[in-house]
């Protein structure tokens, strides 16, 4: 059985307009509270929000690089992540496999937070 890191390397990414249209693309999201400022102006966001699942994403992309797989997930999206925002992973620890996930905008506004259930990913 392989040992579980006490903490999964943090992943960082950019969410300015290029990803937005990107994201969207991949993901057929073409809602204009994404991509039009005008259109995200007059929502009470007041400008573009960055696609939710891309926090999620990011997530599961810095457990997939620890060699790790999600099992089981309980999240919540806390914040709108506003699009020009950094988005940084952070997964801890706790009991057994069991950890304590988040995703930070720009360093400060928790955005996602919950709870993660890993295990060591097989080997292809």
């Given at each position: 059985?392989?040992?579980l890191?006490?903490?999964?390397?943090?992943?960082?990414?950019?969410?300015?307009?290029?990803?937005?249209?990107?994201?969207?693309?991949?993901?057929?999201?073409?809602?204009?509270?994404?991509?039009?400022?005008?259109f995200?102006?007059?929502?009470?966001?007041?400008?573009?929000?960055?696609?939710?699942?891309?926090?999620?994403?990011?997530?599961?992309?810095?457990?997939?690089?620890?060699?790790?797989?999600?099992?089981?997930?309980?999240?919540?999206?806390?914040?709108?992540?506003?699009?020009?925002?950094?988005?940084?992973?952070?997964?801890?620890?706790?009991?057994?496999?069991?950890?304590?996930?988040?995703?930070?905008?720009?360093?400060?506004?928790?955005?996602?937070?919950?709870?993660?259930?890993?295990?060591?990913?097989?080997?292809?």
């Open positions: 059985m392989t040992e890191p006490q903490e999964i390397a943090p992943l960082t990414i950019a969410t300015g307009p290029e990803a937005a249209r990107a994201y969207a693309a991949l993901t057929q999201d073409w809602n204009p509270i994404h991509l039009d400022p005008g995200a102006a007059a929502t009470p966001f007041g400008r573009p929000i960055a696609h939710g699942t891309m926090a999620l994403n990011l997530l599961v992309e810095a457990v997939s690089r620890a060699g790790m797989r999600v099992v089981d997930l309980d999240i919540r999206f806390s914040a709108p992540t506003y699009v020009g925002q950094s988005l940084s992973t952070r997964a801890v620890r706790g009991e057994g496999a069991d950890y304590a996930v988040s995703v930070l905008a720009d360093g400060e506004s928790v955005v996602l937070k919950g709870r993660a259930t890993l295990a060591a990913r097989a080997a292809p």
